[in-house]
């Protein structure tokens, strides 16, 4: 599917559906996609196979048809979340499981991170919380001036968009990853931030640390860990999933940085990845990028 047409014509016009329909149609034109991505399937195929060697390769092709039908979904919600602004509205369309360890957490004054994976409709999280009242701001590698990672051209000014609505939705700073880190530490302040265990990428000045992952030993960029240690932040990690009665944010119990160093935060946080992505592996965004966290 032309990208033009897909962010220009096919999404936006599909918002004004009612939503089960919109989600239905996105789903299938998430299907549809799968005949220009067959390259791209039989990796995550090849890696999750990697991962689950006792599943059948059909039970693994049929994970990887629901991804691409999920990252169809996740693409429309861009849309719907402009005019989903109600409190009933979201929480029909979102649910918060265990708020309490993150709201808490705040009325006891403490600066609070979110924190979660590339996993399911991730986003989501955000604008439920602030149909509660809670504003939120991350930090995110889009979104710069300049397209320094080479996507084409109609997905770089679809991601510019797609973040300035959501940090209209949120309500909380968006920063830019690179940038002087000293705002995230008066943002931490009036607002949660939400940080996600990335992929490494090289000259990450923030170093990184060798954890079990998925049966192999993989590394994970420290930036999470570092911010939350100088700030004297709380981590309460978050996952949200999706099933057929829509969206679940579910979070846990809140991670004493203090008490810990930066690799074992980094090792509780990968470890409560691995436990959803083993339990969902049809959710998790990143199985292309495996063989990169696996390298040495």
């Known amino acids: 599917m032309n990208l033009s047409f897909k962010y220009r014509v096919l999404l936006p016009l599909l918002a004004h559906f009612p939503q089960n329909i919109a989600y239905r149609l996105a789903s299938f034109s998430g299907r549809l996609s799968l005949a220009q991505h067959t390259a791209a399937k039989a990796t995550i195929i090849e890696q999750m196979q990697r991962v689950f060697p006792e599943k059948q390769e059909a039970e693994l092709a049929k994970m990887a048809d629901y991804f691409f039908c ?28 265990n708020f309490n360890y993150m709201t808490e957490a705040r009325q006891a004054g403490r600066r609070v991170i979110i924190s979660s994976g590339h996993f399911g409709r991730f986003w989501m999280a955000g604008v439920g919380m602030r149909a509660q009242g809670v504003s939120v701001g991350t930090i995110t590698r889009d979104g710069g001036k300049t397209n320094e990672h080479g996507l084409p051209e109609a997905e770089y000014q679809y991601r510019l968009k797609k973040l300035a609505w959501l940090q209209a939705c949120f309500g909380g700073p968006f920063l830019i990853e690179g940038d002087l880190i000293r705002p995230i530490y008066r943002a931490l302040d009036e607002h949660v931030m939400a940080l996600f265990i990335d992929v490494p990428y090289t000259g990450d000045k923030n170093g990184c640390v060798n954890l079990p992952f998925l049966g192999k030993e993989a590394r ?48 509780h946080l990968v470890s409560l990845l691995e436990v959803q992505i083993r339990a969902f592996p049809e959710q998790w965004w990143l199985w292309q990028a495996l063989p990169l966290m696996w390298r040495q």
């Open 70 to 97: 999920m990252t169809a979904r996740e693409a429309l919600d861009t849309w719907f979340f402009r005019t989903c602004k109600t409190q009933g509205q979201v929480d029909d369309f979102i649910q918060l499981e």
């Open 220 to 267: 994970f960029p420290l930036g999470p860990a570092k911010i939350a240690k100088s700030s004297k932040a709380l981590i309460v990690p978050f996952y949200v999933f999706e099933s057929r009665g829509g969206l679940c944010a579910k979070f846990y119990p809140a991670i004493d940085t203090e008490l810990l160093n930066e690799q074992e935060i980094m090792s």
